[in-house]
């Protein structure tokens, strides 16, 4: 008789240590003295009465990073973000120290909370990159990596 399992495909089939260390590799550029993840741009009369909206453009490093984060199963898919990023919890681990005994599931929900936000306000991911909160994300996933 065949298991479930015979059915998936093993390109589908992570690895939660391969999915830490694929946000562990960006943890070089991050530390880089001066590293910005992006600009704001826009905000310029395109002509006489029209404004453009302002914009973060991004450094390729962070779009490749969002890439990962899906790839890597980082953002979740049924998950009620925007409830839990006003819950206590996700306040203690955006705010304090409870990040650097975070479990990969907390890192998990962080993600999505910064990368899904960034969809409905502008620059929140640039924001979370700016409050060291995503450098702070990559160097818990580094640490729980090192220990898989």
């Not at 826009?42 to 006489?48: D, V």
């Not at 790839?71 to 705010?95: I, P, T, Y």
């Not at 990159?129 to 990596?145: K, N, Q």
């Amino acid at each position: 008789m065949a298991s479930s399992s015979d059915n998936i495909d093993a390109k589908d089939i992570r690895s939660l240590a391969t999915d830490l260390q694929a946000l562990a590799d960006f943890l070089p550029v991050f530390r880089q003295p001066g590293f910005q993840a992006g600009t704001w741009a826009g905000g310029a009369e395109t002509e006489p009465g029209v404004i453009q909206m302002p914009y973060v453009s991004y450094d390729p490093v962070v779009d490749s990073f969002r890439k990962v984060a899906y790839e890597h199963g980082w953002v979740k898919k049924d998950f009620a973000w925007s409830a839990w990023m006003q819950s206590d919890e996700a306040r203690s681990l955006r705010d304090g120290t409870a990040i650097r005994s975070a479990t990969s599931d907390q890192l998990g929900q962080l993600l999505t909370v910064c990368i899904r936000q960034d969809r409905f306000v502008e620059g929140a991911l640039m924001g979370a990159f700016e409050s060291g909160l995503i450098l702070r994300i990559v160097e818990r996933a580094a640490v729980l990596a090192a220990a898989a």
